[in-house]
């Protein structure tokens, strides 16, 4: 679009939301459409004006409580498919979970002291405006280690409490320490009677981490389920269990997809852009159900593209297999889609879809912008430049990855062809029409 991304902007604090109106202005691809400083303005206002984003504060008029949420949410009921970005300057997480606790796809959660740092507002917006999600760094941080620093306790009490509070299973606990379940049970009785005697003698240090011990304990499946919104499925489990950090890498042996909507820039042009992000969530719910269906991992959507893996992060002997036919059942979801959105008159999605097998680097990698589970190697841009020899409807595999399979699927040879990036060509097999849904 010529005029950019439209934002609505809502705060009830004329300096804040002029600075920001400054600062979203200066990036020159984004227009505020409309602004507001209470609950009814926000929702009104965002509703006439129908804008790509809604750029909000947390507590606003005329409670000052939780206004900005609740207007975000109720303007996402009016209007789906608009994005959301929360801006606060509470680092608690509390708030994070509270806005994600329904669906994190298109909202975003950043802290008001480091907006102004790089472009993070304006990477939000981008995000969401097409139903990604962002969480400032600090927050990931904060939920995944909720405790830490409680005054008079021993190092060794220290790193239980972490795990506790992580939700770390006893029995995992004992197997790390070398030790026993029951014993590491005695240990963590231990550690809340020393909380306890420190509450009663008026340390507040140990009164709020028994407070934030209790909510993480209270909260664990919430925040996993949260988390497993923001990080790739399975990525999420393996942090909260393993204590997994940013910049640990395992080698693997996967096969990675790539998925991408043949003749997108067409039919953005012609769209309404609140209907097309209305298909574009309805489609990434498809392919994701379609991945998770087999086992697979989505690591991320990228405008209209989908990338996910096989076997990683838990190894999976039959990653290829798995691969494959998440492949043909997302042709079969969006071919279910397609039929729905003729008779409402909407454009259909037609995919083209890569896979390739190989080695890879996986690693948990924080930046500034986000926390997200990365996956290197040659096999992932394999991935992406044979998913380009795929027409809409088709899916073609890497000579790899045709190996990989217990059984030859009925597929067409491609000669091999150079492909940008590697020196050798390459060649591959495009599944036969008769694999396609719908023909």
Known sequence: MDRGISVFLADDNIIVREGVRALLSAGGDIEVVGVGADYDSLVGGAVEAAPQVVVTDIRMPPTFTDEGIRGAKEVRKR?????????SQYDDPEYAIELLSEDAAGYAYLLKDRVADGDQLVRAIQAVSTGGSMLDPHIVDAMLRPVSGVAGLSAGDEELLRQVAQGTPAKAIAMAGKTTETAVNEDIGNLFLKLA??????????????????????????????????????????????????????RLEVTVLMSDIRGYTAIA???????????????RAAMNRAILGEGGTVMQFVGDA????????????DHAALALRAALGMHQEQHLLNARWEGEGLPPFLLGIGLST?????????????LEYTLVGDTVNLAQRIQQWAA?????????????????????HLEPQTVKGRHAAVGGWRIRNGSRPGT
């Open 392 to 412: 809409g409807g088709e899916v073609v595999l890497s000579e790899t990855t045709y190996a990989a399979l217990p059984a030859a699927p009925p597929a067409d």
């Open 79 to 87: 209007l789906p498919g608009t994005g959301v970005v929360v801006l």
């Open 197 to 250: 005697q420190q509450a009663s003698a008026g340390v507040q240090a140990a009164v709020d981490k028994l407070k934030l011990l209790h909510a993480a304990i209270v909260r664990r499946e919430e925040q996993g389920d949260t988390l497993s919104r923001l990080l790739p499925g399975g990525v999420a489990e393996m942090v909260l269990r393993d204590g997994s950090r940013p910049g640990e890498t395992q």
């Open 358 to 370: 190989g080695e890879v680097a996986a690693a948990l990698l924080g930046s500034e912008e986000r």
């Open 269 to 283: 042009e012609d769209a309404d852009p609140v209907s097309l992000a209305g298909q574009l969530n309805e489609h």
């Open 306 to 317: 989908v990338m996910a893996t096989f076997g990683a992060p838990v190894p999976q002997p």
